[in-house]
T-cell receptor, first 114, second 115 residues
Framework: DTEVTQTPKHLVMGMTNKKSLKCEQH?????MYWYKQKAKKPPELMFV???????INESVPSRFSPECPNSSLLNLHLHALQPEDSALYLC?????????????FGQGTRLTVV | EDQVTQSPEALRLQEGESSSLNCSYT??????LFWYRQDPGKGPEFLFT???AGEEKEKERLKATLTKKESFLHITAPKPEDSATYLC????????????????FGRGTSLIVHP
């Protein structure tokens, strides 16, 4: 099983709303990632959690707040977003950031900020 | 600075017309190179991992190869269902990360196969 599950699949939110994106994997992976992808662009790294600790924050604005409640779950809390934050948000996981193994991606959440 | 460059940016083929996609890279301490397929609005689907020069992997009509500077994804007798964006990613030491190896993506090749 190489499944990473993301919910919701689609989200429309206003600039004053607070919402959360969720990601779950049961492969025993200890590294989990959030990427942001705009149309016709490659995935762009946002955050990396390694063994449930935030190890990389790619200078992401504070209106994006990640959380890793346990080794299987990853959340991305959204608050006061801007229209330019509309994108496909991808969660991924891998065995670990100290290992030479591939990352598996979820199907993404299509976020539209209005 | 590490770079991953994919070419061509877009490729149109007739069904059955074989071709190759290129991924060239300049990284320090490559730990692995990955190929993914991405359909519109979906997450990338893992295809192959290559670790060392000379390595080859195959899956149906796809074959990936690796040299010290680039990787090729060969598509033999493609079908319309092979139409997608193909992404290459390199696993290398991430800057200022204290020893983390993170996949960094190229811009992808958009492949369209006409029936």
């Amino acid at each position: 099983d190489t499944e990473v599950t993301q919910t919701p699949k689609h989200l429309v939110m206003g600039m004053t709303n607070k919402k959360s994106l969720k990601c779950e994997q049961h492969m025993g992976h200890r590294a989990m990632y959030w990427y942001k992808q705009k149309a016709k662009k490659p995935p762009e790294l946002m955050f990396v959690y390694s063994y449930e600790k935030l190890s990389i924050n790619e200078s992401v604005p504070s209106r994006f707040s990640p959380e890793c409640p346990n080794s299987s779950l990853l959340n991305l809390h959204l608050h006061a977003l801007q229209p330019e934050d509309s994108a496909l948000y991808l969660c991924a996981s891998s065995l670990g950031t100290d290992m030479n193994t591939e990352a598996f991606f979820g199907q993404g959440t299509r976020l539209t900020v209005v | 600075e590490d770079q991953v460059t994919q070419s061509p940016e877009a490729l149109r083929l007739q069904e059955g017309e074989s071709s190759s996609l290129n991924c060239s890279y300049t990284v320090s301490g490559l730990r692995g190179l990955f190929w993914y397929r991405q359909d519109p609005g979906k997450g990338p689907e893992f295809l192959f991992t290559l670790y060392s020069a000379g390595e080859e992997k195959e899956k149906e009509r796809l074959k990936a190869t690796l040299t010290k500077k680039e990787s090729f994804l060969h598509i033999t007798a493609p079908k319309p269902e092979d139409s997608a964006t193909y992404l290459c990613a390199v696993q290398a030491l991430f800057h200022a990360s204290g020893g983390s190896y993170i996949p960094t993506f190229g811009r992808g090749t958009s492949l369209i196969v006409h029936p």
